[in-house]
């Protein structure tokens, strides 16, 4: 999936300030830039067009991905792979539907991950973190569990799907779909308690077409279906969907 993150971002303009010294010592992968039709937040109460960086870099055991944020390979043998990583939570701007409704802040994700990849074309891996720098009861546990397979399609047509399922904790949970009983007053939305679990299953179709020698064309759509607490959520009956989608497309350079 292409989604973006403000991390990964910010990651990649690290790394690019160590310019040309660290390109000779083996910097590669591809950066991009694209648009992206998704969710305002994880609820679905609406949707909207994001213009998105994108990120694929690989530096040693270092990288730093569109998805998976920036990571240390600090075990690496046989294809299994395991160490830290750190990652952008997007927060939430509660308006227009969502008016009444507590702002989710922006925060980071910090925690670790294990991964077994034996070849290029396929991993599994899962991840396991704490979101920080939130506001009042807004951080908690949260993880995903998930699989990629990558496939050449002819005509130097590369496609690659991905299933990935996403759990959290009661507290992370409620940050994006819980309603206390002062947000139901100010919003007509029925007060609900989240409980921790599994909050989507998301399934994601991706293709890279060439255009021109280092040139490509990324596409990428996703669907999300909300599970358990995340699914009973109040907001989500009221406002939102169970059943959503993403679609995102890039155009990338690819270096080494």
């Known amino acids: 999936m292409l989604r973006i993150t403000r991390a990964a971002f910010a990651g990649l303009l690290g790394l690019w300030s160590v310019s040309n010294a660290a390109l000779a010592d083996g910097i590669s992968g591809e950066v991009g830039a694209g648009l992206s039709y998704q969710p305002h937040d994880p609820t679905g109460s609406r949707y909207e067009t994001r213009p998105v960086p994108y990120v694929d870099l690989d530096w040693g055991n270092v990288s730093l991905s569109t998805d998976d944020g920036l990571t240390w390979s600090a075990l690496n043998t046989h294809g299994f792979s395991a160490g830290p990583y750190i990652n952008y939570l997007q927060g939430r701007t509660s308006n227009g539907s969502l008016q009444g409704l507590r702002n989710v802040s922006d925060m980071a994700e910090i925690g670790g991950f294990v991964q077994y990849a034996p070849a290029d074309f396929w991993r599994v891996y899962a991840q396991l973190g704490q979101a920080v720098g939130g506001g009042h009861a807004q951080s908690g546990t949260l993880g995903k569990l998930g699989g990629e ?10 496609g690659s799907s991905g299933l990935v399922a996403h759990f959290a904790d009661a507290r992370q949970t409620n940050t994006f779909f819980g309603v206390d009983d002062h947000e139901a007053a100010a ?55 169970v059943n959503q989608g993403q679609v995102q497309t890039a155009i990338s350079y690819k270096f080494n």
Do not use: C, M
């Open 187 to 241: 919003t007509g939305y029925r007060p609900y308690s989240a409980s921790g679990g599994f909050q989507n299953v998301t399934l994601t179709q991706s293709f890279e077409f060439p255009l021109a020698p280092h040139w490509s064309l990324l596409t990428s759509a996703s669907w999300v279906h909300l599970v358990g607490s995340a699914a009973d959520s109040s907001i989500v009956k009221q406002t939102g969907d």
């Open 149 to 158: 397979l990558g496939y050449p399609l002819g005509g130097g047509i590369i």
